[in-house]
């Protein structure tokens, strides 16, 4: 009897140990912590784009973005900045903003985000109306702001949670919210969540962490290549339906899809060479109910094209820039003010850490790797716009992150150094990337246009703390004052 009540004890302790997850707890109380710090605000012309499908959409019912564009351009050149103005409404001869065969104007922004956010636009509108929060119920009022930020802050919490358990699947505890903390809070995902908030990446990277998960299904010991990408119809399906969104957040993220691709083409040839030919018709039954998914998810993009463009394709504006060879791969790397390895190099050391990976399971390190060069390689292509001048980092890498923290966790893992030591280390990379989030913002935001500029860094590096605090109750009380269109809430 004594020994059955202690091994009862002894499960249930188990059972509580797995329900919580001190790791998995931390992330959240710090991701919560911080949210208060943000810059509740659009004004960005990016921003705007992914504002206006909501706006348009649930208040006016149409896709006719010009009261939208309006709205903030307003707003941009009351504070003198024209830059929305510019960008979406100023007329252009070779590249007019309002298609002449629709008659509407164009929007180069995907409208995945807009889809994603919409739970919480709806949810703002209906507390307006009840009087439960202030301002007007048009749509604009720093309710309906507020929500799209907090919507993008959450989906970038939901992408840390995915990506932490993800490592989880080889790692312990320790080493994953090492890596997960570390990799948010040391490259630009940290400034897309809480200064520059309404933008895409926060939905894009928990899409992609998503994708990921459901592609890997439950955590298994068995080697990638061994299971013979036997999904459930179900996982198939769902990850038809979650590529569908990835795309629509971002449309360069479909290259993830070579994730499960690679995998598939490994099982068809392991298959064939096993004639087994049941396993090999249900593996293609699947992959045809996955595309059918997949295309379908992609309709609500398909119809914003036809619907301003006159045709089920992206504006000239974006395909105009992309080129088939990527000329500027390396560049994205390694350039010297504007590379994401330079910037942030704790990206660096995440991608190390899939050589280790590769010990344990070489095919789906290597899987992997292809992801990350995919976007790397459509990065580089982009011929005009690859160094994201105006951006804070690398931000086209992002939705990387889950293959970073990956990387990192088993790194972490393998070289078994002191825990203090590699929390030390961790501050550091934090503390770097803080101080350019600090240049950014309160103090010179001239690098987000001129990049690293390596003679005078360290300087800035030092003296981004005493700046930081000269401008404190800005950082308080006032945040709207570090950007130029004071546009939305504070």
Known sequence: MSSLTTSTSSEQTRTR???????????????????????????????????????????????????????????GQQNGDPAVYNALLRPNPADPPLNPETGRYRNVAPIGSAILWSPFYVAADGLVRLGMLSGPADGYSPAYITAVCIASAFYTLLGLVLSYRLARRWVGAWAATIATLTVWLA???????????????GASFAMVAAFITVWLGPPRQQPLRSRHAQLAWGRWLALGVIGGLMVLTREQLGLFLLLPAGESLLAYWDLGRARDWAALRRLLAQHVAFVAVFALSLTPQL????????????????????????????????????????????????????????????????????????????NGAFGSTWHLRGSFGFRRLIECTPIFIIG???????????????????????????????????????????????????????????????????????????????????
């Open 187 to 201: 490259s630009p995902l940290v400034f897309y969540t809480y200064v520059q908030m309404p933008w895409s990446h």
């Open 408 to 490: 990192l966790a088993v790194l972490i893992e393998r070289l078994r150094w002191p825990r203090v030591a590699v929390a030390a280390l961790a501050l550091l990379f934090v503390l770097w990337n803080g101080g350019l989030v600090v240049q950014a913002t309160v103090s010179n935001t001239q690098i987000r246009h001129d990049g690293l500029v390596w003679s005078t860094m360290l300087h800035d590096q030092m003296a981004a703390p005493k700046r930081a605090w000269n401008k404190l109750d800005q950082l308080l009380f006032n945040r709207c004052e570090l950007v130029k269109n004071c546009g939305g809430s504070q």
């Open 17 to 75: 140990r797995r329900l919580f997850d001190g790791g998995l707890a931390l992330i959240v109380v710090l991701w919560a912590v911080l949210l208060p710090f943000g810059l509740f605000r659009l004004y960005a012309t990016d921003e705007v784009q992914y504002f206006a499908y909501l706006r348009s959409l649930y208040f006016d019912h149409d896709l006719d973005f010009a009261n939208e564009y309006a709205h903030f351009a307003a707003i």
């Open 303 to 378: 119809l914003v094209y036809q619907a301003l463009y006159g045709r089920p394709r992206p504006s000239g504006t974006v395909s105009g820039k992309l080129n088939l060879i990527s000329y500027h791969f390396f560049d994205t790397l390694f350039d010297l003010r504007r590379g994401a390895f330079l910037w942030s190099p704790i990206l660096l050391l995440g991608l190390v850490g899939l050589a280790w990976l590769w010990r344990r399971d070489r095919w789906l390190a290597a899987l992997l790797l292809v992801g990350f060069l995919a976007q790397t390689y459509i």
